[in-house]
């Protein structure tokens, strides 16, 4: 007999506006008997029908819930989905490369899918979506036909579900370097060993504004990654200097360099932190500088100190811009909220003692929707500040 959950009073709220998340704290009571990630209909207190989900008793978020009406999961559930998340995407222009398939806000809890090329990276981040691996890639193969998928389920966050980390090929071939097309730029990336499933895809529309902002200037891009900023920067600016403590991310940005011919990138391994005091003893100026970090925070009890490190490396760079020039500058943190990343902007101009005005705001690129009522799903903060 299938497990039906019931809430306890009033905890239904959240769920009836749109999140996913029914939380094991939130339980009343638990009915019926199935396996463990097999599909559990979810009920408020008093027996009124909320959703449907994969339950996982190992977890503290016991059923992600992504159907709300009297469908199942069974026949073409996987392929309707996804194609109809991969048509939204064609609508908004994406082709090339995209996040497909973003999880929560694409109705598929826990699943993301990733298209580079004719390569695609899948990532399995619930007990349920694991089950039903087969499925997803029987439909992708469906949809796409690619050349190849790789899953990239080699992510923390597994363990909570009690998952063991995995990665490897689920259907034809995938070589260690694929071409992707991204604003015009061609670009190498490694889906078996990147960051992520191999790139940031978030980042699209925020990497081609940079041009705006790098005209003829000097530009510095800390923690550079693979070098999307600095290559999009690069065709207008006069000199852009890529920054990362990885030599595999700046091997990758020279590689990029090559593939496009730019050749006034340079690249520089160092800690970002330790790299802008020095520059800001030697009063070196930049007209643009780029702080593009890793997420300082992945859970709630590290904001603090996140904070801080947000905070340190903002002032600095703050300090590194010519008057007039401009920081670019993001969190990709969603524990690090906008109301958060702005007070700390605004201590960070202060403590620098200069004069900063927003020019921009922005967000994750418009294949990595946010639900409005389901807020981990809205992560990333991008500013433009110009410094006077």
Not at 2 to 23: C, D, M, Q
Not at 102 to 115: C, R, S, T, W
Not at 142 to 155: L, W
Not at 186 to 195: H, I, L, P, R
Request: aromatic letters at 10%.
């Amino acid at each position: 007999m299938p497990y039906t959950i019931y809430l306890k009073k009033n905890e239904e709220k959240r769920l009836i506006a749109g999140h996913s998340w029914v939380f094991a704290n939130e339980v009343a009571k638990i009915d019926g008997k199935d396996k463990n990630g097999s599909l559990a209909t979810v009920c408020s207190f008093d027996g009124r029908f909320i959703g449907k989900g994969y339950i996982n008793h190992a977890s503290k978020i016991l059923v992600r819930i992504f159907i709300r009406n009297d469908e199942t999961d069974e026949g073409d559930f996987y392929f309707r989905r996804i194609q109809e998340a991969w048509v939204q995407r064609q609508k908004l222009g994406y082709e090339n490369c995209c996040r497909v398939v973003f999880g929560e806000a694409d109705n598929l809890p826990a699943l993301i899918v990733d298209k580079y090329a004719d390569i695609l990276v899948i990532q399995c981040l619930s007990l349920g979506i694991h089950q039903r691996k087969k499925q997803i890639v029987d439909a992708l193969v469906q949809i796409f036909q690619p050349k190849g998928i790789f899953e990239r389920s080699d992510v923390a966050v597994r363990a909570k579900e009690g998952l063991p980390l995995e990665k490897g090929v689920l259907y034809g071939e995938v070589p260690d370097e694929v071409i992707i097309e991204e604003n015009g730029l061609k670009m190498s990336v490694d889906v078996k060993n990147g960051q992520k499933t191999g790139y940031f895809l978030d980042q699209k529309e925020n990497r081609f504004s940079l041009r705006l902002y790098a005209k003829g200037g000097r530009v510095l891009d800390c923690f550079c990654n693979s070098g999307g900023f600095s290559l999009n920067a690069s065709l207008t600016a006069c000199e852009v200097t890529a920054v990362d403590v990885s030599e595999f991310a700046l091997a990758n940005v020279r590689k990029n360099a090559q593939l496009n011919g730019i050749t006034n990138i340079k690249t520089e391994q160092a800690d970002v932190f330790e790299l802008l005091r020095e520059k800001r003893k030697s009063g070196e100026k930049y007209d643009l500088v780029v702080l593009d970090p890793p997420a300082f925070c992945k859970s709630a009890g590290e904001v603090k100190d996140a904070y801080r490190g947000y905070k340190d490396i903002n002032v600095l760079g703050i300090k590194l811009v010519e008057k007039g020039g401009y920081l670019a500058t993001c969190s990709c943190s969603h524990y690090m909220t906008l109301p958060l990343f702005e007070r700390m902007l605004s201590e960070a101009a202060k403590e620098s003692g200069r004069r900063v005005r927003v020019l921009e705001m922005r967000t994750q690129a418009p294949d990595h929707p946010a639900l409005l009522n389901e807020e981990e799903t809205q992560y990333l903060k991008f500013f433009v500040l110009q410094v006077l």
